[in-house]
C-alpha cells in the first residue's frame, strides 16, 4: 500500500490486530494483544512488533517489522525467558508451516491497512476485543516517572487510555511509554 496515510500509533494498532488474526488459535488460544507491540499466546510473547519512522520535506515514511516464533522449544529461550515466551509449535503441539503463516499475515495486513484508512474506528473495536489489558490495572513508565490505573481504552492518535490511581485520565503514546508486565 502507497500513501498511506495513518499515523504511527494506528498502524501499530493496525499490525497488532493482523498479526494476531494471522496467528489465530494455535493449540485452542486466542492470540492476544498486549500493547504496545506484543503478541501473546496463553499469556506467553509469541510475536513483537516494531515500528520505524523517517520524516523529510515529502512526509513520513514507516518500516514495520513483524517476528513470530514459529520453530522455537522451550530450551530455545534462554532460562530468564522461558516462562514468559513462547512458540506457534508449543502452543499448537504442531509444526507451524510458514509460508501459510506468512501467507495469512500478508493477506491481514492487506486487508486491515485498507481498514484502517477508512475507518480506524474498526481496527480499535478489534484491538479491544484482543487486548489482555482493557479492563485491567496497568502500571507504565513515561518521563521517567511510574503511573498506575486501570486501562479504559486505545485512541489511534494519542496511544494508550489509562484512568489513573491518582485521578483524572491520561494518554500514553507507544513512543515513549513502558509498561509493566
Known amino acids: 500500500?502507497?500513501?498511506c496515510k495513518c499515523t504511527a500509533e494506528l498502524l501499530v494498532l493496525t499490525c497488532a490486530v493482523a498479526v494476531a488474526e494471522a496467528i489465530g488459535k494455535p493449540g485452542g488460544s486466542e492470540a492476544k494483544i498486549k500493547w504496545p507491540n506484543d503478541v501473546r499466546l496463553n499469556d506467553k510473547k509469541v510475536a513483537g512488533i516494531l515500528l520505524e519512522s523517517k520524516t523529510d520535506k515529502?512526509?513520513?515514511a514507516y518500516i514495520l517489522g513483524v517476528?513470530?516464533?514459529c520453530h522455537q522449544t522451550k530450551d530455545s529461550f534462554p532460562a530468564e525467558l522461558q516462562q514468559t515466551?513462547?512458540?506457534?509449535?508449543i502452543e499448537s503441539r504442531t509444526?507451524?508451516?510458514r509460508i501459510s503463516l506468512t501467507k495469512r499475515l500478508l493477506t491481514s495486513m492487506d486487508h486491515w491497512l485498507k481498514i484502517a484508512e477508512k475507518n480506524s474506528k474498526k481496527v480499535t473495536d478489534q484491538w479491544r476485543k484482543l487486548s489482555i489489558q482493557l479492563g485491567h490495572r496497568v502500571t507504565i513508565t513515561f518521563g521517567g516517572?511510574?503511573?498506575?490505573?486501570n486501562c479504559i481504552g486505545i485512541d489511534?492518535?494519542?496511544g494508550l487510555i489509562v484512568q489513573l490511581d491518582t485521578g483524572g485520565t491520561r494518554f500514553f503514546d507507544a513512543a515513549h511509554t513502558t509498561?509493566?508486565?
Open 1 to 3: 500500500m502507497t500513501d
Open 58 to 60: 515529502q512526509g513520513t
Open 67 to 69: 517476528g513470530i516464533n
Open 85 to 89: 515466551a513462547t512458540s506457534i509449535d
Open 95 to 97: 509444526i507451524v508451516d
Open 145 to 149: 516517572r511510574k503511573f498506575t490505573g
Open 156 to 158: 489511534p492518535e494519542k
Open 179 to 181: 509498561i509493566a508486565k
